[in-house]
């Protein structure tokens, strides 16, 4: 399909300005760019910062950007100061060959930005600490937005904000998606059962305006999740380190961060404009770009969580290994959950943990908490 008139005329202005700048970035007709105006903005879903926010942080950019290259040494001493072992790079879709990212999904024709944002952080948080890149964790956006969201009457009408969300995923929960299919116009229902099969993240911590806590967030824990103002040339971004051409916005966007390049000077984003839009569905942008560190507003927009709590039955897998200690501590290393702890009171499904192994049977695991709180032999 070639580009409409409009569209085209738009990709030669940008490709025009970035020319200028030596093309730090590529450009083209995505399936995002083909859309009318109003059809772009609800791709978004942060509500969009005032002239006097923007304002205000005026030199927010460069200091950001500045901060994110420092080297360690420059730093004061605080609690979230580098760590020596920390990389020039670092990428969630290849920690020493392991890809711990979950799919990239599309929000469609719904301003729901921010639940794709917060859920894709908790979707790589829960494999990300537990080590176990097979987890495939696949939680409702539906259920953050369409429910806790619109029952706590939050859906404003360019958006909601991701520090809520997060909140609501901690005191809540989140159920997955086989138990509340997304739909971009809220059609889905929530099914029975789904109590049994819950996400809470923990311990929410806010990381604005402090890339060096976004950088030991990300190596310690997982992605965090960020929002940055929208320049209307994202749109038809399909490749680079991503800096605006043009002033002109169109609102505030949710990502998740799952990475950084020191020697690029940037964050790697994953986004939920689908797999065809930009690097396969992820973004790599300009550290101090757009305010990603700290977009404008008040409240808190850089946010991580430190563990994804779950409360579910997870498909059959097979048990690779076992472990007990002295102390009457019990370890199983499942297929794609990992290494494991055994609930104190379910120490007894180390026989029937054993057997499977030995047999080669698979077992169906439920998680409570962090730990195995019973097993379900299969076969």
Known sequence: MSPDHSCASEIAAIRDSLAALGDPWQCGETPVSRLAGDGRKRRLGVPAPSSEEIDARADLPARMAEAALAPPHTHEETEHAPTPHLPRSFDLRDVDGVNYVTPVKDQGDCGACSAFGVLATLETTAAYTRRAPRLALDLSEAHLFFGHAAAREAILPDGTWPDELLVDCRDLGVTFEDHYPYTEDGSGALAAGWRERLARASDVVDLSRDPVAIKEHLWTYGPVTACLVVHDDLFHYTGGVYRHTTERT???????????????????????????????????????????????????????????DLHAWLPPQRALGLFASAHDDSWAYLENLGWTRLSRDQTADLATLALARARGLGCAPFVRGQDLGAVHLIG
């Not at 990502?255 to 986004?271: E, F, P, T, Y």
């Not at 992820?282 to 990603?292: H, K, T």
């Open 250 to 308: 169109s609102g505030g966007h949710c990502v998740a961060l799952i990475g950084w390049d020191d020697d690029a000077g940037c964050w790697i984003a994953k986004n939920s404009w689908g797999p065809d839009w930009g690097e396969n569905g992820f973004l790599r942008i300009a550290y101090g770009e757009a305010f990603i560190e700290d977009y404008p507003n008040p409240r808190p927009t850089t946010l991580g969580c430190t563990g994804v």
